[in-house]
């Protein structure tokens, strides 16, 4: 098997059973994680969480990105203007992670205003693995 076939297939077993959407997305941040890694084995849900619920320590008001959207990925978070953000969980969000230039705004705006830095292929499709076994 040819390893971007198998880094396909790794972030397929790993989500579930991602819509073709979500799948292209994933395809995209695995092949990005290989080409910073050659030994990249995949995506992490257990990876995910933790970087979810980390404290970034940068930002007293956006300490996390549970901050805003809860430690529980299945309810609705809210911005710090006090705007509803529907539920990260794909299993509430069914659509969520869907649209790669959707994704890529919203990490890197949350990436930057979190960690003050963009997020790497892998901490991103770490972060969508957690929210699809969600």
């Known amino acids: 098997?040819?390893?971007?076939?198998?880094?396909s297939f790794a972030a397929c077993v790993l989500v579930g059973m991602a819509s073709a959407g979500q799948q292209s997305v994933l395809d995209h941040y695995a092949a990005a994680a290989t080409a910073a890694d050659p030994g990249f084995g995949?995506?992490?849900?257990?990876?995910g969480e933790a970087f979810f619920l980390a404290q970034a320590n940068v930002n007293?008001?956006?300490?996390?990105?549970?901050?805003?959207?809860?430690?529980?990925?299945?309810?609705?978070?809210?911005t710090r203007a006090g705007q509803r953000i529907e539920p990260m969980a794909v299993s509430v969000t069914p659509d969520r992670f869907s649209d790669l230039a959707k994704v890529e705004k919203w990490f890197r705006r949350n990436c930057d205003t979190v960690l003050k830095r963009e997020c790497t292929a892998m901490e991103k499709g770490d972060f969508i693995a957690f929210m699809s076994s969600q």
Not at 1 to 6: G, S
Not at 42 to 47: E, I
Request: net charge positive.
């Open 60 to 78: 007293p008001d956006t300490a996390s990105c549970s901050s805003c959207h809860t430690s529980n990925p299945r309810s609705p978070g809210k």
């Open 1 to 7: 098997m040819k390893k971007a076939a198998f880094v």
């Open 42 to 47: 995949g995506f992490s849900a257990n990876r």
